[in-house]
């Protein structure tokens, strides 16, 4: 087999444009020797790709097929022998990313899969690992709504995977020997490395399933066993959560269509730190501007979101006021889209995350049954204490609400509107501080203002000093 490109460099130091990731492709036989002998030819010959190598692992067959570059002396089952693959590559060349393809994939829908794979995997260092549409048991892996969806877990059918993927996080379990589990497993490691799986709009393959198993109902009666086995004594008899990505913790972003830039910029770095949460309720308000425009709305689209609602402008009142009812308008949704133990994470679509975002929400667990809210940013220096006194509170950027909480200031609305003067951030602090509960804030800022002109007031946003950038 031909190494299409190994004196390139993968950073592109030399000049001109940055080459291509350099990328294994893993295929796996056993006992489809005809089947696979026709796809090494396709991946060498047709796929569309400069900078690849083929390695056809055969895993003990009693026919190996013609386009072997190794053999296994014998059947170390699915994810042993991809294993032994990923090892004879990793010790050959130093690759950007391994593609561990089953023998029993087509390529009807083009010659561009790994083109399209790579380019996304690689937009992004928090993607960890990616994969093309496909039919699967698994529906949501039929078809993506985005270039780069974020997903829980991906069939290892035609996964590619960074190899700094595979440092941080590790292989498959090798336990997991017939390979089911490996996705929930491996999905759920990503997940808590603070990555993210993706499954790409932009291709798609087909799988042929089972190819190369002669009794499918005892494989199945197998491998759902040793499944259950392995992942119930890693994380426990209720191991099945691990099939979901669904935090605790469900995002309400509030958002408009002013400034589509900047919301772009937003929803970038809102996916990059999206292993942390829940899928999102956003709520568009449109008191400044009833029309949407096709690029806003497919951003919107881009955060995958659980629901969306418009908030419409009020009638005979100002921007400002309406806008001021566009947040409760807003809690009232995520109260309605959440279930008891969730916390509710509040966002002005006008931010971006620091890196650290993922671990320190994490860190912040349950909060204090006293707790009104955490604030996870700081305008300015900061407020110097981790109470914030009520008086001095101010912006809504990244606010963490205990769902209780959350439930309070709508039933009470129209008291509070009544009583306290906007904007919504005095509303909230001055009324739950009323109640008896503390407002904290985080130790530093994790979200810091897009620069741009505040689209409430008109002015610059305030910049926080306190910043983890």
């Known amino acids: 087999m031909t190494h299409t490109a190994t004196t390139e460099p993968t950073n592109g130091r030399n000049g001109g444009a940055p080459a291509p990731p350099l990328i294994a492709i893993i295929v796996l036989n056993y006992n489809t020797p005809e089947m696979t002998d026709a796809l090494a030819n396709y991946l060498e010959s047709c796929l569309d790709y400069p900078r690849k190598k083929l390695y056809v692992v055969d895993n003990g067959s009693a026919r190996p097929p013609a386009s072997a570059t190794h053999r296994l002396p014998e059947n170390l089952g699915f994810t042993r022998g991809m294993h032994e693959g990923y090892l004879i590559a990793s010790r050959e060349d130093a690759y950007d990313a391994y593609w561990l393809l089953n023998s029993d994939v087509g390529f009807e829908y ?7 794979l790579a380019r996304v995997l690689f937009s992004s260092e928090g993607y960890a690992q990616i994969a093309p549409q496909h039919n699967s048991p ?10 780069a969806q974020p997903v829980p877990y991906l069939e290892p059918t035609a996964t590619l995977v960074k190899a700094s993927t595979i440092g941080r996080v590790g292989f498959w379990d090798l336990e997991l020997t017939l390979g089911w589990g490996v996705d929930y497993d491996y999905g759920y490691r990503v997940r808590q490395a603070g990555l993210l799986n993706v499954l790409t709009s932009r291709a798609r393959v087909t799988h042929k399933e089972h190819k190369s198993i002669a009794d499918f109902s005892d494989y199945r009666g197998r491998a759902s066993a040793e499944m259950n086995a ?14 979901s990505d669904e935090s605790r913790v469900v995002p309400l972003v509030l958002t408009c269509d002013r400034d589509a830039d900047l919301t772009a910029r937003f929803v970038e770095s809102f996916n990059a ?6 899928r999102p309720v956003v709520v568009i308000d449109t008191s400044g501007n009833e029309k949407l425009s096709a690029r806003y709305l497919s951003l919107v689209a881009a955060l995958d979101p659980r629901a969306v609602f418009v908030h419409p402008r009020e009638p005979g009142e100002s921007t400002y006021d309406s806008v001021q009812e566009a947040a409760g308008f807003a809690l009232a949704k995520a109260l309605a889209e959440t279930r008891e133990g969730d916390s509710v994470l509040f966002l002005e679509d006008d931010v971006r995350f620091s890196p650290k975002f993922p671990a320190r929400l994490r860190a912040a667990g349950e909060l204090a049954p006293d707790a009104g809210f955490l604030t996870f940013y700081l305008p300015g220096r900061g407020y110097g204490s981790p109470v914030v006194p009520p008086e001095k509170f101010y912006g809504t950027q990244c606010v963490l609400f205990p769902r209780p909480r959350v439930a309070e200031i709508v039933s009470n609305w129209a008291d509070i509107k009544r009583r306290i003067p906007p904007g919504y951030d005095i509303r909230w602090s001055r009324f739950l501080a009323e109640r008896g509960y503390r407002l904290y804030a985080a130790e530093a800022s994790y979200v810091q203002h897009l620069e741009s002109v505040s689209r409430l007031h008109g002015h610059p946003n305030h910049v926080s000093q306190a910043f983890l950038d």
């Open 110 to 116: 083009g010659n561009d899969v790994l083109l399209h």
């Open 138 to 147: 698994h529906r949501f892996m039929e078809r993506a709504t985005a270039e």
């Open 230 to 243: 392995v992942l119930a004594a890693k994380y426990g008899a209720d191991w099945g959560r691990i099939m």
């Open 273 to 278: 730190v999206r292993p942390a949460t829940a």
